[in-house]
């Protein structure tokens, strides 16, 4: 991706009104566009997996809870990781997540909801979280059944960036990449991230 692309995603960043769009949505969008970009620059070949985009026709449908409940079938279709990735010798599918990253204590920290993370590790323990954060060289990788949650199901658990690992560590065809076009665009994305802390919520969707 180069940078005025990034640019025109991420560049226009005056505050608008909550009724504008759906600001989660918008920055979730743009890192996962960063992460597509990035592994194909790398020789990857990344497809859309998650079911808003291979069951877009569905998605309203499949999202009722009134409807199917908690099966695990419909679970496992809403749970769809974003993407599939194939290089020349590995095939991962990964959840993209973007994180502004929060100061504990001292130390940056990852905040990821556990009744998500449960999910994750029950429907598609095979997959890989990329998280997508201004901190380090912007992208964290590291394998869902490595990431354990902690407290209430409708709790978040707080994880270091230790926990993570670089992104050539799983998807090593990245190797000696060169990530430094995407630092301003996650930076804009930082600053739209915290632009509405107010609209973010970690609790499990209301049970039907």
């Not at 990735?85 to 204590?105: D, P």
């Not at 060169?178 to 630092?183: E, K, S």
């Amino acid at each position: 991706m180069t940078r005025p692309q990034l640019d025109r995603m991420t560049g226009s960043l005056e505050a608008p009104s909550a009724s504008e769009f759906d600001q989660n949505l918008v920055v979730g969008a743009a890192a996962k566009e960063m992460v597509r970009s990035l592994l194909e620059s790398c020789g990857y070949a990344v497809l859309p997996f998650g079911y808003e985009n291979v069951l877009a026709g569905v998605r309203p449908e499949i999202s009722d809870r009134q409807r199917f409940g908690r099966g695990e079938l419909v679970e496992r279709i809403r749970s769809m990781p974003d993407l599939l990735v194939l290089g020349e010798r590995e095939l991962h599918l990964t959840e993209v997540k973007f994180r502004a990253g929060s100061v504990r204590r001292g130390y940056q920290r990852i905040r990821l909801s556990n009744w998500e993370l449960t999910r994750y590790q029950k429907c598609w323990p095979e997959a890989i979280l990329t998280v997508v954060s201004p901190f380090r060289d912007g992208f964290h990788v590291q394998h869902i059944r490595q990431l354990s949650p902690r407290g209430s199901p409708d709790g978040a658990t707080e994880f270091s960036y230790d926990d993570f690992l670089p992104i050539e560590s799983i998807f090593t065809q990245a190797e000696g990449g060169d990530f430094r076009a995407f630092a301003q665009g996650i930076r804009n994305l930082a600053t739209l991230w915290d632009a509405y802390p107010g609209r973010r919520g970690y609790r499990q969707p209301g049970r039907s």
